[in-house]
């Protein structure tokens, strides 16, 4: 096994995901399977290799330090599910 | 011949004659997908109103003659996938389905500033995940060859119409062959150009260092204009790169001698469908009587690419669609507290396929695997990316089928996600790379269904593979088969 | 048994950019909840992060000012977590490659010095403000503040008492301010500071057990919650008791720290490389255009005022405190050269001027509420005896309301001092005839009332007599007459 039940639902914790138990069992099969042919990846030799995260070899963009403001809070609020005043309007949060 | 089934360039052509004009046209395109796409859902949304109003300022321009920017007139479909400012978003996502965007993405406003009329948001796979269309939590989109068959994905709405004539040309977004994959499954051409050739600003994140924007088109010239109309730095995307942009469509007709073609003998293996392997060997022998010396290649570490796209694509998902929390923007579920709401939100909001890959990604990267899972991947990607640099030493384009089968039937391949995953075989690597890739209709298998091959080009070099697959087009008909609806 | 105390300080200084650290709004304080905002620092679906250059000078600056390893080759990532002031679901930081590194500040507390080493210093984006209501089951958010740019600048845990630390902290800031890469108000929340405390036996070299302290907004709350927390652990060890490694707030009004409810989640960030942002690679020619452009700091600035001008190290320590006010010490020393009456003046009047009109809120004071001319050119009448000192407090409220040179106002208001001594025995005279009893009982030896008939002659010329001339006259007077 790759993955448990129990590590399924710690991933689900940490990712936000309310799962029920009959998508915990799905997924704990599923993702064995997917895991379990990642296993792939320990053949090549890797030791030396660098990692890549961009495919492009680019360094440094910039932009200068300039304020660039269209004003449109009604319209980025808009979508809010709820509001009030100005403010985004969430459920409690408990510190 | 309808105006809705001319192509691009053909368009353009009777626009700037003035033989025919924007409104007609696109009354013309409205009224072909009035006709077909009860059958094969390709769009999620139409913009009718504000197409024919468009159409009309077209018109206007067309009229006063003087200097019209290249795509004046001409209707295109864009994937749903595309922020547009005040049209609806959605990403083919219940967590987005109330969405309507503030502001408009690079691409689609240059292809608004080039001309184009926007008909509307075409369907796909939610969040780009998927290699069929079957995962839109809206509804699923048929291959218009064969409405029993999935029309490939992720962007497979803008495949269905643009081989269904129910636009002129649409954009995709290419993460592991969301472009070229259903390109090939419906008879068109794709291209997924160099990573950070076309802005990423305005595209809703899949997986960021993979994804990238391409037109899918009815043939090669179509697909040159397209990429000329978005290709080019942005100073709102880092990683676009500033390299010059050439004029792609006028520069088609260099012919193909003394190029090198390579052939992967990896990509030639038991497995592939015999009639796709028969049709791009064809392909490839075309290609040697026109002039091109065909070398052999090797992408060892191909095998790969799978695992490795799957671990980088869900890690980087799955922090690109943490910002789908229900707080801002999109659906919000009713709970009782905050964490529950996070929780049920995105347990409702978002769908099966999306959730696994959420649940792998953020695994791959969690405490105690990230060495193994996500590290490991993106060494082996520099191994991939090397061999294709290897390979490049020897040949200008390589030459590939786009997939291993022809389309598949619907609802084939959902039970077992692994195997959904390994129909991009072909068409990964060359994201995992950043390189770009084009598909186009190379033939057709005995159940008439599309066949595509794919060509492969160093970086930014999107103008020889145009001229290769232009080449092809211009010594073959494949491309001039509609399908019967 | 005797413990030793280990202290680490994570800051967080919000860099004084006009606009943020990923897109255009600006940074500005006090605008209406959400309006400095924009698809972007909103997190919008399709957005993308492009980095302002100034955030990466400033930085550096803070770098080579603390005396850190620029690295040469720096990169973003991801620090994922939820929460409803983060939009995107992640915070854009550094993790595996900051871009300082190394660094040390030194300080002085009880007159010794004491290197502090920096571990790090990385650039990162703040995430906005929430705002619990009292009442009802909701909270708000506003994102305002959501992608201005902040440097975290994290100690070793090299600081062994409050003091230390609260030490360490002023230097900090003072170095951010002289750079002006920060304003370094903890109470408005731009310089904020995180403690991690724990005891152990003196002689030690193992750690305790680590707690981080979180909520402290002043230095003075610094202090007392760093010295309450050792002693919350002292008793809790000395009594037998067990330390748990968690965070605790410290309640101000209380004077207590107490333990945050443990997050639901346990906390596991999964960084890795922001694949939007393209690593940031720094040259010499980059880093030897910042170097060349940082001022003389804090440090060096206090032992060359105490060289240079002679100067005690509590005054030097005073004035050099901000840059402005060195600055200022400075100009004024240029116009007159007599550092110590400058000084005297700066710490003491100029000083609670500046707490009473609140101008120490701003990070440079623009508008000196007496120019450093004036004040030099007042000093100056002082020690060539135009005015006396007691005059000279008179002038200085003057050109407090007046802004008018001391000499106008002197020479205005005929507030020169007298010195010459014909004018002066006049007056003498009149005193000693109007005082005639006070004169015959000095004469007899009563040497305590020659202070009487000095303020009597200084009241007689309205104090404008110069008060040496008096005292050599008047003595003179008494004993020959």
């Known amino acids: 096994m790759k993955i448990t039940r129990e590590e399924v639902r710690r991933v689900a914790l940490l990712a936000r995901l309310q799962l029920t138990p009959e998508e915990e069992e799905l997924l704990t099969g599923q993702l064995d399977a997917i895991l379990s042919y990642m296993e792939t990846l320990d053949r090549p030799d890797t030791e030396k290799v660098e990692p890549l995260a961009h495919a492009v070899d680019l360094v440094n963009a910039f932009r200068e330090d300039r304020v660039v403001h269209e004003p449109q809070a009604e319209e980025l609020l808009a979508n809010a599910p709820a509001k009030e005043n100005s403010f985004f309007k969430v459920p409690k949060i408990i510190e | 011949m309808s105006h809705y089934a001319l192509t691009l360039h053909e368009l353009a052509a009777k626009l700037s004659r003035r033989e025919i004009s924007s409104v007609e046209v696109t009354e013309s395109v409205f009224g072909r997908i009035a006709a077909t796409d009860e059958r094969l859902h390709s769009y999620l949304a139409l913009c009718r109103e504000s197409a024919l109003q468009e159409a009309r300022q077209a018109d206007e321009r067309l009229k006063s003659g003087g ?116 390109a090939a499954c419906c008879g068109i051409v794709g291209l997924k150009p160099t990573y950070g050739r076309v802005s990423r600003y305005g595209v809703i994140a899949f997986a960021s260092s993979l994804d990238q924007v391409g037109p899918m088109t009815k043939d090669v010239t179509d697909c040159a204009l397209m990429l000329e109309a978005v290709a080019g730095k942005d100073p709102c995307d880092s990683t676009s790169v500033d390299v010059p942009v050439p004029a792609y469509a006028s520069q088609l007709h260099g012919g193909v001698k003394g190029l090198r073609l390579g052939m992967p003998k990896e990509y030639f293996i038991p497995g592939i469908q015999a009639e796709v392997e028969k049709s791009v060997k064809d392909a490839i022998r075309l290609l040697e009587k026109n002039g091109v010396e065909v070398v052999e290649v090797s992408l060892p570490h191909s095998e790969y690419a799978v695992a490795v796209y799957y671990i980088i694509a869900t890690a980087e998902a799955s922090s690109n669609l943490a910002r789908y929390d229900g707080m801002k923007y999109g659906y919000r579920a009713p709970a009782k507290d905050l964490t529950e709401t996070y929780m049920r939100t995105r347990q409702e909001g978002f769908g099966p396929e999306v959730k ?76 995992l790379a950043g390189l770009p890739g084009l598909s186009l209709p190379c033939g057709f298998d005995g159940n008439g269904l599309p066949i595509g091959m794919q060509i492969i080009g160093k970086h930014f070099d999107e103008a020889t593979i145009l001229r290769v697959a232009y080449a092809y087009e211009q010594a073959t008909e494949w491309h001039k088969r509609k399908p019967k609806l | 048994m005797a413990f030793e105390p280990v202290i680490g300080l994570e800051v967080h200084a919000q860099l004084l950019t006009e606009s943020k650290i990923f897109c255009g709004c600006s940074t500005r304080f006090g605008e209406a909840p959400n309006h400095n905002t924009c698809p972007v620092c909103m997190g919008f679906p399709g957005v993308l992060p492009v980095l302002n250059k100034k955030v990466v000078e400033f930085a550096i600056r803070a770098g080579l000012a603390t005396h850190c390893e620029i690295a040469r080759y720096s990169q973003w990532a991801r620090k994922n977590y939820f929460y409803p002031d983060l939009p995107k679901g992640y915070q854009i930081s550094q993790y595996e490659l900051p871009l300082c590194r190394n660094g040390f500040i030194e300080i002085e507390t009880g007159g010794a ?104 907004n002043s230095f003075k709350a610094v202090e007392k919650a760093i010295a309450h927390e050792i002693e919350r652990q002292i008793a809790t060890l000395s009594e037998g008791g067990k330390l748990v490694q968690e965070t605790r707030l410290w ?27 393209l690593p940031l690679v720094v040259d010499d020619k980059w880093i030897g255009e910042i170097q060349a452009s940082l001022p003389e700091l804090p440090e060096a600035r206090k032992a060359r005022f105490i060289a240079e001008y002679n100067l005690p190290p509590y005054d030097a320590e005073l004035l050099t405190s901000r840059r402005d006010v060195a600055d200022y010490f400075e100009r004024a020393v240029k116009t007159h050269a007599n550092p110590k009456a400058l000084s005297n003046w700066v710490m003491g009047d100029l000083f609670r001027v500046i707490k009473e009109r609140r101008l120490d809120n701003a990070l440079r004071i623009a508008d000196w509420p007496v120019p450093p001319e004036y004040l030099a050119a007042m000093v100056k009448m002082i020690d060539e005896g135009k005015i006396s000192g007691k005059i000279a407090k008179n002038v200085f409220e003057q050109m407090l309301e007046r802004s008018e040179p001391p000499e106008k106002i002197v020479r205005d208001q005929g507030l020169e001092q007298v010195s010459d001594v014909s004018g002066i025995e006049k ?44 005292n050599e006259v008047l003595k003179k007077k008494l004993e020959t007459t």
């Open chain 3, 113 to 216: 010095k004491k290197k502090i080493r920096l571990t790090r210093i990385h650039m990162e984006e703040d995430a906005g403000k929430n705002i619990h209501e009292a009442r009802g089951d909701f909270s708000l958010v506003d994102l305002n503040r959501t992608g201005v740019p902040l440097v975290e600048i994290v100690s070793e845990p090299d600081m062994r008492s409050a003091e230390e630390a609260s030490a360490y902290l002023k230097s900090l800031r003072a170095i951010l301010q002289y750079l002006e890469v920060c304003d370094g108000n903890m109470e408005e929340g731009s310089f904020r500071c995180d403690a991690n405390v724990s005891v152990r036996p003196a002689g030690s070299s193992e750690f305790g057990t680590k707690v981080e302290i979180k909520n402290m």
């Open chain 3, 251 to 277: 309640d101000a009004e209380r004077e207590v720290t107490r333990s945050m409810r443990s997050k639901e989640a346990a906390h596991d960030y999964r960084y890795f490389p922001d694949p939007d942002l």
């Open chain 2, 356 to 431: 696994r890959r959420i649940m792998l990604g953020t695994y791959a990267l969690s405490a105690g695997y990230y060495d193994a899972y996500y590290l490991k991947a993106q060494k082996v990607r520099t191994l991939i990316k090397r061999d294709f640099e290897a390979a490049f030493r020897k040949c200008d384009v390589i030459i590939t089928p786009t997939t291993p089968t022809t389309a598949f039937k619907i609802g084939e391949k959902t039970q077992d996600p692994l195997q959904m995953y390994l129909s991009d075989i072909f068409t990964i690597s060359v994201n």
């Open chain 2, 67 to 182: 200097d019209c920017p290249p795509l004046t007139g001409v209707p295109v479909a864009l994937k749903d996938i595309f922020i547009t400012r005040n049209v609806p978003t959605t990403c083919a996502s219940k967590i987005l389905g109330n969405f309507v965007p503030p502001y408009d993405g690079t691409a689609v406003r240059k292809i608004k500033e080039s001309g184009a009329v926007i008909l509307g948001k075409t369907n796909m796979d939610e969040f780009a995940m998927g290699s069929s269309t079957e995962n839109s939590a809206f509804v699923v989109t048929r291959n218009p060859w064969d409405t029993e068959r999935v029309p490939g994905g992720s962007s497979g709405g803008s495949a269905s119409a643009v081989a269904a004539d129910q636009c002129i040309a649409a954009l995709g977004t290419d993460t592991g062959g969301s472009i070229r994959q259903p």
């Open chain 3, 427 to 470: 007056a003498i005279a009149e005193v000693l005839t109007a005082n005639a009893q006070q004169a015959a009982d000095y004469r007899a030896g009563n040497e305590k009332i020659f202070g009487f008939l000095v303020g009597q002659v200084m009241k007689a010329t309205r104090g404008k007599a110069n008060p040496q001339v008096v």
